[in-house]
C-alpha cells in the first residue's frame, strides 16, 4: 500500500510540475513575443568543444567505478591538484565527496553538480536541482560570452558545421574559462557518436553557439528549469528564437 502511494505522490508532483512549468513558459513567452523583434544574440564560434558530463547521476564515481569521466575531470580545468567542482563534498572535509544513497539512481556515486540549478529545488543534496547532461542539451559558460552578457540558465542554439545540425541549448556549467565543452546529449544531438567525457571532443573549429542574453531571467520570473530537451525545445520554440544557421557564413 505504502509503494501505490508513494507512487501516487510522485505522480501527483510530476503533474503539479508540468503544471508549473507550462505557466511559467506561458509567461515567459509573452516576453519573447513582445521582444522578438529586438532579441539580442551573439555568436562564438568554438576552438574545440569537449564533453562535459556533470550533473548526471552517473557523471563520478569511487574508483572503479563506471562512470562517465575520470575523477580528475571534475577538478577545476582537470587539473589534479585543482579545486573540486564537478560534484558535491562535504563542507567540514573539501576532499570528501557527497555520496548518493540507497533511493537514488546510482547508490555509492557522486553527487555531481552544474551551475545553473532548478531555483524550486534548494536542497544541494537532491539530483534534480542539477541539468543533467545526458538529457539536456548545455554549453559551459566561457570568459568571451560571459564579458558579452550572457549569463547561467541563457537559452542558446548550437549549429556543427561538420554534421549540419542545430539544437536548442541552455548554458548549464561554468567553471572552464574557454567555454569549450558542451553537454554529453548536445554533441550526441549535433550528431557526434560520443558516449562519455573520458576521450571524447571535437577538436576542430566547427562548433558555433549563438546565446540569446538575458533570454531566461526577468524581473519578477524564476528562470526555467528544465529536466527534458523536448520542453527546453517547445519553450525556445514559444519564445521565437531561431536555431537556423547559415553554413555559408561560417
Given at each position: 500500500?505504502?509503494?501505490?502511494?508513494?507512487?501516487?505522490?510522485?505522480?501527483?508532483?510530476?503533474?503539479?510540475?508540468a503544471v508549473a512549468l507550462a505557466l511559467a513558459t506561458v509567461a515567459w513567452s509573452a516576453l519573447g513575443v513582445q521582444g522578438q523583434t529586438a532579441r539580442r544574440s551573439f555568436e562564438i564560434r568554438t576552438r574545440r568543444m569537449d564533453v562535459d558530463v556533470d550533473g548526471a547521476p552517473n557523471a563520478y564515481g569511487p574508483?572503479?567505478?563506471?562512470?562517465?569521466?575520470?575523477l580528475h575531470n571534475a577538478r577545476y580545468r582537470g587539473r589534479r591538484n585543482g579545486e573540486i567542482v564537478g560534484y558535491l563534498t562535504e563542507d567540514d572535509n573539501p576532499g570528501a565527496p557527497v555520496?548518493?544513497?540507497?533511493?537514488?539512481?546510482?547508490?555509492?556515486?557522486?553527487?555531481?553538480?552544474?551551475?545553473?540549478?532548478d531555483p524550486r529545488r534548494t536542497n544541494p543534496r537532491d539530483l534534480l536541482r542539477y541539468v543533467d547532461a545526458t538529457k539536456i542539451n548545455y554549453v559551459v559558460l566561457g570568459d568571451v560570452a560571459r564579458r558579452r552578457g550572457a549569463r547561467d540558465g541563457d537559452f542558446v542554439a548550437v549549429y556543427s558545421r561538420k554534421t549540419g545540425r542545430s539544437v536548442f541549448g541552455i548554458v548549464g556549467d561554468d567553471g572552464n574559462p574557454s567555454g569549450d565543452e558542451g553537454s554529453l546529449h548536445l554533441l550526441q544531438a549535433l550528431g557526434y557518436p560520443f558516449h562519455d567525457?573520458?576521450?571524447?571532443?571535437?577538436?576542430?573549429?566547427?562548433?558555433?553557439?549563438?546565446?540569446?542574453?538575458?533570454?531566461n531571467s526577468a524581473p519578477g520570473l524564476e528562470p526555467l528549469f528544465f529536466h527534458s530537451q523536448a520542453e527546453l525545445d517547445a519553450a525556445a520554440e514559444r519564445m521565437g528564437l531561431s536555431k537556423e544557421f547559415a553554413n555559408e557564413k561560417y
Open positions: 500500500m505504502r509503494s501505490w502511494i508513494d507512487h501516487q505522490g510522485l505522480k501527483s508532483k510530476c503533474k503539479r510540475y574508483p572503479g567505478a563506471k562512470a562517465l569521466d575520470r555520496v548518493q544513497g540507497p533511493g537514488d539512481p546510482y547508490p555509492g556515486y557522486y553527487i555531481s553538480q552544474t551551475a545553473f540549478t567525457g573520458v576521450e571524447d571532443s571535437v577538436e576542430r573549429r566547427e562548433i558555433v553557439v549563438r546565446f540569446y542574453p538575458g533570454s
